[in-house]
């Protein structure tokens, strides 16, 4: 008999589902051992095929099991190996799903139209010389305009990752501390293993940064902080202005942080609700600040800007003279037209505003269910679940596919578990991912009173 015929407490797919998540989240199944064949546990079961079919195909679109036809199926290997570390677990294996919340990424639907800015690309757009200025006079004049605060400083560069990568490089070294939040991007672990630094994380409350965490995190003399102003990627907690000032005293009065620079990281910059904020404010010249238009117009533009002082600027570009030297002046003269024409401007404050209608209809949604959780900014919601695995295998047997949760974190098992949820992405079905939402985080046969969400 099949170790998994005793794991089995619930004969329907679900159950079938989450008992076979069980087996090869503890290990008892292995990456490329072989699952009985539908037949062979229907039998043993006394169910029908129909329903092992069912279950088979909900582990199968969590991303841990995989079908090679007349062969069988096997428990699956870690796929895409050319991925960071947790870049590969956040990918897990593609399979359809009916609903998909797990990427991360603005709704295609809601970005402004790209033909109209095309069309009105000139001649321009030619660079005549490898050494002209690396950002277009008239792109540069409109983001000194909308920058958060006066800033000395302002280059292009190819994505907030780009940015953020080469901010560290420039004022980091092999060993040194940076202060990370925790949840956190995935992606801003990784970079930090490659750079050879060591990561300090803090928690994040619904306003950022906690600064009694970060006071602690101050005193042990980092480098660099990292975090996320607005629409906090996986909470989508946005700091206040009350919080960014805590936090840029905090900086000042702490003796071992006084040469740490700050690196924010504004994702999501145009379709986020919350008011722009920078510790820029009162930090000018510690400041690195990234303003990505990825999530608002369009993540294959590959365009981010990057403000600070000259003194930290002038380093970064002259290291990517030495690569790529510029970010296409073509597209730098897309994103002007994208972000002065009156038509692209109303496509973005659209977008702004159906994610947060998204985001309200399924936070009511929840609290119907006793989940209770304030209205998260931009398009992600970060749902406390009591095990990860159970609830990823239990949403995927709804046809459902979220991120799982212990990639955001930098060391797993130091917060309470959580799925990441793309709400921006959910258009219709509301009620219904809400309820399987809620038993994912609160399986049947639990309490049923409000299940509040903790960030940290």
């Known amino acids: 008999m099949h170790p998994l015929v005793a794991e089995i407490e619930n004969r329907s797919p679900a159950g079938i589902a989450a008992a076979l998540g069980r087996l090869i989240g503890s290990g008892r199944l292995a990456p490329g051992d072989r699952l009985p064949t ?3 546990l229907a039998a043993q079961l006394e169910v029908s095929p129909a329903t092992i ?6 582990v199968a679109g969590a991303g841990l099991i995989v079908s090679r036809g007349r062969s069988g199926t ?7 190996h050319w991925l960071p570390t947790r870049s590969k677990v956040m990918a897990g294996r593609q399979q359809p799903a009916r609903i998909d919340l797990s990427k991360g990424t603005p709704d295609p639907a809601l970005l402004p139209a790209l033909g109209p800015a095309l069309g009105r690309v000139s001649q321009r757009a030619v660079t005549a010389s490898y050494h002209e200025v690396p950002v277009i006079p008239e792109l540069l004049a ?6 958060p605060y006066p800033v000395e400083d302002i280059t292009v560069v190819d994505g907030a990752l780009d940015a953020l990568s080469r901010s560290l490089e420039a004022v980091t070294r092999f060993g040194d501390r940076v202060v990370v939040e925790s949840p956190g991007f995935p992606p801003f672990f990784d970079l930090l293993d490659q750079l050879g630094l060591t990561p300090i994380p803090v928690p994040v409350d619904a306003n950022g940064i906690e600064p009694e965490a970060f006071a602690a995190a101050l005193r042990r003399g980092p480098s660099a902080v990292i975090l996320q102003p607005r629409a906090h990627n996986p909470t989508g907690a946005s700091m206040t202005v009350d919080r960014a000032r805590d936090l840029a005293q905090l900086l000042e009065v702490t003796k071992r942080a006084a040469d740490t620079v700050v690196i924010e990281d504004d994702h999501s910059g145009d379709i986020s609700t919350a008011a722009d904020v920078s510790l820029g404010h009162w930090l000018p010249d510690r400041v690195l600040h990234i303003r990505s238009y990825s999530k608002s117009h369009g993540p294959d533009l590959r365009i981010a800007a990057l403000g600070g002082p000259t003194r930290l600027l002038d380093p970064i570009v002259a290291r990517r003279m030495l690569g790529p030297g510029w970010t296409s002046r073509m597209l730098q003269t897309i994103l002007h037209e994208l972000l002065s024409n009156p038509e692209s401007i109303e496509d973005v404050a659209e977008a702004r505003r159906v994610y947060a209608r998204r985001q309200s209809a399924l936070v009511v949604a929840l609290a119907s269910h006793g989940i209770s959780i304030a209205q998260p900014d931009g398009i992600n919601l970060w749902l406390p679940v009591l095990d990860e695995r159970d609830a990823i295998v239990h949403l995927a047997a ?4 979220v991120a799982a949760g212990s990639p955001f974190v930098v060391e797993a098992g130091d917060t309470t578990p959580h799925v990441r949820v793309t709400a921006g992405a959910l258009e219709n079905d509301v009620e219904a991912v809400a309820h ?3 038993g994912a985080a609160r399986p049947q046969g639990l309490a049923t009173g409000a299940l509040a969400t903790r960030w940290s």
Do not use: C, K, N
Not at 142 to 147: G, Q, R, V
Not at 398 to 401: D, E, K, P, T, V
């Open 74 to 80: 096997f428990v699956l290997e870690q796929p895409q």
């Open 436 to 438: 399987a939402l809620a």
């Open 53 to 58: 079919s069912a279950a088979w195909q909900a």
């Open 142 to 147: 409109l983001l000194s305009t909308s920058w």
């Open 38 to 40: 539908v037949r062979d």
């Open 398 to 401: 709804h046809g459902i596919r």
